[in-house]
Nanobody, 122 residues
Framework: QVQLVESGGGLVQAGGSLRLSCAASGRTFSSSAMGWFRQAPGKERQIVAAWTIGSTKYADSVKGRFTISVDIAKNTVYLQMNSLKPEDTAVYYC?????????????????WGQGTQVTVSS
C-alpha cells in the first residue's frame, strides 16, 4: 500500500510562506492522483489542491497563492503556500488515490498522511 509522510508545517506570520512536502512510497505518481486537504477546528476536511498527470485543481480560496507540484524522481508532492492568511490555519493532509482520476472530495482518496499543522498568526 501507499505510505505518505508529510513535513514542512509550522508557525508563520500572515503574508509569509511555507512549503509542505509529502514523500510517497508504494505507488508511482504515474498511476495516482494526489491531493492536499486541510481541516480546521470544527470544520470538515476540504480540498486545497489536487494533481494528476496533465491536470491540477485548486480551491477558490487558495488560487493564486498555493501551488501543487510533483517531483516524480523524488516520489514527492509539494504544496507551496504563499501570502498565507490566518484563515489558512489548519491541519494539512496529503492524500493519494488508487487511480489517476483527479478528485476534490476526501472520500475519493484512498491513502492519507498523518497531517501537519500549519498555523498563521495575525
Amino acid at each position: 500500500q501507499v505510505q505518505l509522510v508529510e513535513s514542512g508545517g509550522g508557525l508563520v506570520q500572515a503574508g509569509g510562506s511555507l512549503r509542505l512536502s509529502c514523500a510517497a512510497s508504494g505507488r508511482t505518481f504515474s498511476s495516482s492522483a494526489m491531493g492536499w486537504f486541510r481541516q480546521a477546528p470544527g470544520k470538515e476536511r476540504q480540498i486545497v489542491a489536487a494533481w494528476t498527470i496533465g491536470s491540477t485543481k485548486y480551491a477558490d480560496s487558495v488560487k493564486g497563492r498555493f501551488t501543487i507540484s510533483v517531483d516524480i524522481a523524488k516520489n514527492t508532492v509539494y504544496l507551496q503556500m504563499n501570502s498565507l492568511k490566518p484563515e489558512d490555519t489548519a491541519v494539512y493532509y496529503c492524500a493519494a488515490r488508487a487511480g489517476r482520476r483527479i478528485g476534490v472530495q476526501s472520500h475519493e482518496y484512498d491513502y492519507w498522511g498523518q497531517g501537519t499543522q500549519v498555523t498563521v498568526s495575525s
